[in-house]
């Protein structure tokens, strides 16, 4: 099974209202037994829709004007993303799945930019929500399931590193290194169970 941690950037939280400024997506699969990171896809965009909110941006700090002159259009973005996907995918009888952290947001994006110029979603309608896996496979709250706070319960996931944070590029390959941990938890929580 191929999956990709997917992050975005966006100038505010409403698709069709607000645009996608940048996406980052990482290839993870499980390769002699264990998940592991691979391949890195990232791209910025330029904005399409006229809202621009305030505290979206400064999130980011991705710059309006450097985005309007030098972004992808976004069916060159989109494809792009395809592309990646098509390139890297081991299992293409499978459909690749999409993680994220807080997946509900950037998935809802990334089927909308999809729709929007007309390209398929080889994702389909679900999403793997790494916030809900870390809830089950560490026993956490949801308050507890940020990624700060799971920098703390993950040994095995280096720092983040403070300057990146926010860069879809970097949260994407982050957020793939916390998925991939999870899993392997999760595997050998269950090879304890069955003694496999």
Not at 47 to 69: C, I, K, N, T, W
Not at 91 to 98: A, H, I, L, N, S
Not at 167 to 195: C, I, K, P, S, W
């Amino acid at each position: 099974m191929d999956y990709y941690s997917i992050d975005i950037e966006t100038s505010g939280p409403v698709p069709g209202r607000h645009s996608m400024l940048s996406l980052g997506a990482t290839h993870v699969r499980r390769k002699g037994g264990k998940y592991v990171v691979l391949d890195d896809h990232y791209v910025e965009l330029r904005p399409v829709f006229a809202e621009f909110s305030e505290p979206a941006m400064q999130v980011h700090g991705l710059d309006r004007a450097q985005l309007e002159a030098h972004g992808r259009a976004p069916v060159d973005a989109m494809s792009g993303l395809l592309e990646f996907v098509k390139a890297t995918q081991k299992e293409t009888d499978e459909r690749p799945v999409f993680v994220a952290h807080n997946a509900p947001f950037d998935w809802m994006f990334v089927v909308y930019y999809l729709d929007h110029v007309g390209l398929p979603n080889p994702f389909g309608h679900s999403a793997l929500d790494t916030k809900a896996l870390a809830m089950g496979v560490l026993e956490l709250s949801w308050p507890q399931t940020s990624l700060r706070q799971l920098a703390g319960r993950l040994p095995e996931v280096a720092p983040r590193q403070e300057a990146q944070i926010h860069h879809a590029g970097a949260d994407a390959r982050y957020q793939a290194e916390v998925f991939a941990a999870l899993m392997n938890r999760l595997r050998a929580a269950r090879r304890r169970t069955t003694g496999a």
